[in-house]
């Protein structure tokens, strides 16, 4: 893609529009003007270059360091929550608790990983729970669809509805010049009615081949993963988990907080999620 661009400034003439700074919200932008775009004369530009190509490179992740420190912490930080086994103790338990009651299980799942996707932006890191919720569909006398599907759709249905996503939502309010995580209340609201809609489609799927199995896009393909007793023991809740999901939810609170009473951004977001692994790093030792 660089090298297209840079071969189109060979060939496309070069043009700019004249921005001013406008109060949008309380927020200062910088907006184009309108009508105000005007081709820039040959003499004042230079096309890019063979050496132009590659330092863009450097250039490009010089002039985005913020953005792009922000996603690496977001990523290592959470990485080492999931590591710590918390996430799985928890998830464990729920299950453990709810036992055979379906409808409520695929509910609860289903806002949980919803939850994680439109906070945290989490979705990598839950792929690890495919084969166990995958399982818990065949135990439950469904299919494996249905369990992937209570995965797959909650997760990215929350990433889609991002709420205090850090990337999804702070990248892109930060390009569009808005203020940081502004218009919450409206983004919960879309959690809340796409995590409806969803939940409802795989109810009703649920419905529909618990009364007609043969109606399971998954008839006639063996099954891959099966839920035992002693896999869902595995995931036990102990002291460690307890004091690591306590540190998350501080963690958030205070995140919540800071963002919309103090008007924090990438630093402060940065540094508090840093902070959350650093302590969940010792209490698990």
């Given at each position: 893609m660089v090298v297209i661009v840079a071969i189109l400034s060979w060939i496309i003439p070069a043009g700019s529009f004249e921005y001013e700074q406008v109060e949008v919200n309380g927020t200062m932008r910088n907006l184009a003007i309108e009508a105000s775009y005007h081709q820039i004369d040959k003499a004042e530009t230079?096309?890019?270059?063979?050496?132009?190509?590659?330092?863009?490179?450097?250039?490009?992740?010089?002039n985005a360091a913020s953005t792009i420190f922000m996603v690496l912490t977001c990523c290592s930080t959470f990485r080492i929550m999931v590591q710590t086994g918390a996430f799985h103790?928890?998830?464990?338990?729920?299950?453990?608790?709810?036992?055979?009651?379906?409808?409520?299980?695929?509910?609860?799942?289903?806002?949980?990983?919803?939850?994680?996707?439109?906070?945290?932006?989490?979705?990598?890191?839950?792929?690890?729970?495919?084969?166990?919720?995958?399982?818990?569909?065949?135990?439950?006398?469904?299919?494996?669809?249905?369990?992937?599907?209570?995965?797959?759709?909650?997760?990215?249905?929350g990433f889609t509805a991002g709420t205090l996503n850090p990337y999804n939502v702070a990248i892109s309010q930060g390009i569009s010049q808005v203020a940081m995580y502004s218009n919450l209340s409206y983004r919960w609201f879309s959690f809340a009615v796409l995590m409806t809609v969803?939940?409802?489609?795989?109810?009703?799927?649920?419905?529909?081949?618990?009364?007609?199995?043969?109606?399971?896009?998954?008839?006639?393909?063996?099954?891959?993963?099966?839920?035992?007793?002693?896999?869902?023991?595995?995931?036990?809740?102990?002291?460690?988990?307890?004091?690591?999901?306590?540190?998350?939810?501080?963690v958030l609170v205070v995140l919540a907080i800071g963002l919309l009473k103090y008007g924090w951004g990438n630093s402060q977001l940065c540094g508090l999620f840093i902070l959350m692994s650093v302590v969940a790093a010792v209490i698990c030792g």
């Amino acid at each position: 893609m660089v090298v297209i661009v840079a071969i189109l400034s060979w060939i496309i003439p070069a043009g700019s529009f004249e921005y001013e700074q406008v109060e949008v919200n309380g927020t200062m932008r910088n907006l184009a003007i309108e009508a105000s775009y005007h081709q820039i004369d040959k003499a004042e530009t230079t096309p890019t270059g063979v050496l132009g190509v590659f330092s863009a490179l450097y250039r490009g992740c010089v002039n985005a360091a913020s953005t792009i420190f922000m996603v690496l912490t977001c990523c290592s930080t959470f990485r080492i929550m999931v590591q710590t086994g918390a996430f799985h103790a928890g998830i464990g338990t729920v299950m453990k608790k709810l036992g055979k009651k379906g409808i409520a299980l695929i509910v609860i799942m289903m806002i949980i990983f919803g939850l994680c996707g439109s906070v945290f932006g989490m979705l990598s890191e839950l792929f690890g729970f495919y084969p166990l919720i995958v399982g818990l569909g065949i135990a439950l006398g469904y299919d494996a669809m249905l369990g992937f599907a209570v995965l797959a759709l909650g997760e990215y249905i929350g990433f889609t509805a991002g709420t205090l996503n850090p990337y999804n939502v702070a990248i892109s309010q930060g390009i569009s010049q808005v203020a940081m995580y502004s218009n919450l209340s409206y983004r919960w609201f879309s959690f809340a009615v796409l995590m409806t809609v969803v939940i409802a489609y795989v109810l009703w799927y649920g419905a529909r081949i618990k009364k007609d199995p043969s109606k399971s896009i998954m008839r006639g393909i063996p099954n891959m993963h099966a839920l035992s007793e002693n896999g869902i023991n595995e995931y036990k809740m102990d002291k460690k988990s307890v004091l690591v999901l306590i540190d998350l939810g501080i963690v958030l609170v205070v995140l919540a907080i800071g963002l919309l009473k103090y008007g924090w951004g990438n630093s402060q977001l940065c540094g508090l999620f840093i902070l959350m692994s650093v302590v969940a790093a010792v209490i698990c030792g």
